[in-house]
């Protein structure tokens, strides 16, 4: 399988390249870094979305935004925080709209630790955190 993933270059990109290489798949990392530290496993890395077509992909893993924990969470910042990911996750669900075929499976993942363990069970922005 090929697999895109946003952000990649970041916490959970760097574990989760060397487990899709392990399993046999292909990781491309779309980062806004001109010279990214690419992840173990990783394939490569591309910068603009729109030098890609979906078509390729078999997957996306939408992880991009910016770092949480690298600045005091002003206004402005979580604002930053909130707009990263927002904008970055409508960006890839445009690219795959305008696809011919798109890839058939998006995961799109922040703060993945607010609700804590949740076993099984599917979790919606209504889901109370453990």
């Not at 574990?15 to 173990?40: F, K, M, N």
């Not at 011919?100 to 799109?108: G, K």
Request: a positive charge.
């Amino acid at each position: 399988m090929r697999v895109l993933i946003t952000g990649g270059t970041g916490f959970v990109g760097q574990a989760l390249c060397p487990r899709l290489a392990a399993a046999g798949h292909e990781a491309v990392i779309l980062t806004r870094q001109s010279r990214p530290r690419l992840p173990t496993g990783a394939a490569k890395a591309v910068t603009r979305l729109d030098d890609l077509d979906a078509g390729d992909f078999d997957a996306v893993v939408n992880l991009a935004g910016a770092p949480i924990g690298d600045a005091r969470w002003t206004e402005g910042r979580k604002k930053l925080l909130l707009d990263s990911r927002v904008d970055t996750t409508a960006s890839v669900l445009g690219w795959m709209r305008r696809s011919r075929r798109p890839p058939q499976t998006l995961v799109s993942a922040s703060a993945v630790g607010y609700y804590g363990e949740q076993g099984e069970r599917p979790i919606t922005e209504d889901t109370t955190p453990t």
